[in-house]
């Protein structure tokens, strides 16, 4: 992906609940450590708007909504640590369930995960998802069935209240330009 000024990046597309590009560490060259927040979230978001710019999608033009940055774990026990940028520009403090899924499908695709293999991931604030694969087959192709668990606490909880009048109560459509005067 040609992130602009020079920059360039690779990655691969990986489908774990949604879909992720995910990035490794010869390739961001960044410290996944909380301390660098702000770093980590700026260089995500840029390759996140550089795969929108060069219509980068999953299969079937599906939006790829997440950035995964991996590397390194420095939990015990851990096998790898990443860093998740997700839609809206926020970042997952846990390792992510659904990258978790998505790493460990790249892993099974480069032959590193076996059927019934078992990953550990560290999120960007310390905590551990363990993951394990199943792989199936269906028409003709292999892919992973994926089971995490973990630990998550409740962060919030909201109510949506929309306006039964509201054009836009179920989102903006590209294109879109509201009510007209008069219509």
């Given at each position: 992906?040609?992130?602009?000024?020079?920059?360039?990046?690779?990655?691969?597309?990986?489908?774990?609940?949604?879909?992720?590009?995910?990035?490794?560490?010869?390739?961001?060259?960044?410290?996944?450590?909380?301390?660098?927040?702000?770093?980590?979230?700026?260089?995500?978001?840029?390759?996140?708007?550089?795969?929108?710019?060069h219509g980068i999608t999953g299969r079937d033009g599906g939006l790829i909504d997440h950035v995964e940055l991996y590397?390194?774990?420095?939990?015990?026990?851990?096998?790898?640590?990443?860093?998740?940028?997700?839609?809206?520009?926020?970042?997952?403090?846990?390792?992510?369930?659904?990258?978790?899924?998505?790493?460990?499908?790249?892993?099974?695709?480069?032959?590193?995960?076996?059927?019934g293999g078992r990953w550990r991931q560290e999120g960007i604030l310390g905590t551990c998802f363990d993951g394990s694969i199943r792989l199936a087959e269906q028409d003709?192709?292999?892919?992973?069935?994926?089971?995490?668990?973990?630990?998550?606490?409740?962060?919030?909880?909201?109510?949506?209240?929309?306006?039964?009048?509201?054009?836009?109560?179920?989102?903006?459509?590209?294109?879109?330009?509201?009510?007209?005067?008069?219509?």
């Amino acid at each position: 992906v040609d992130l602009g000024a020079g920059r360039t990046v690779r990655g691969d597309i990986a489908w774990g609940g949604n879909w992720f590009f995910l990035i490794g560490p010869d390739e961001h060259r960044r410290n996944l450590d909380a301390a660098h927040l702000n770093e980590l979230l700026d260089f995500t978001s840029d390759v996140r708007r550089a795969l929108d710019r060069h219509g980068i999608t999953g299969r079937d033009g599906g939006l790829i909504d997440h950035v995964e940055l991996y590397g390194e774990a420095s939990a015990d026990g851990a096998d790898g640590k990443n860093f998740v940028l997700c839609p809206g520009g926020e970042y997952d403090r846990c390792p992510c369930g659904t990258g978790t899924s998505a790493k460990m499908a790249c892993l099974a695709a480069d032959g590193q995960l076996e059927d019934g293999g078992r990953w550990r991931q560290e999120g960007i604030l310390g905590t551990c998802f363990d993951g394990s694969i199943r792989l199936a087959e269906q028409d003709g192709q292999v892919g992973v069935l994926p089971r995490i668990r973990g630990r998550a606490w409740i962060t919030a909880e909201s109510t949506l209240r929309l306006g039964d009048d509201d054009p836009f109560a179920h989102g903006i459509q590209k294109g879109a330009h509201g009510p007209r005067e008069g219509a």
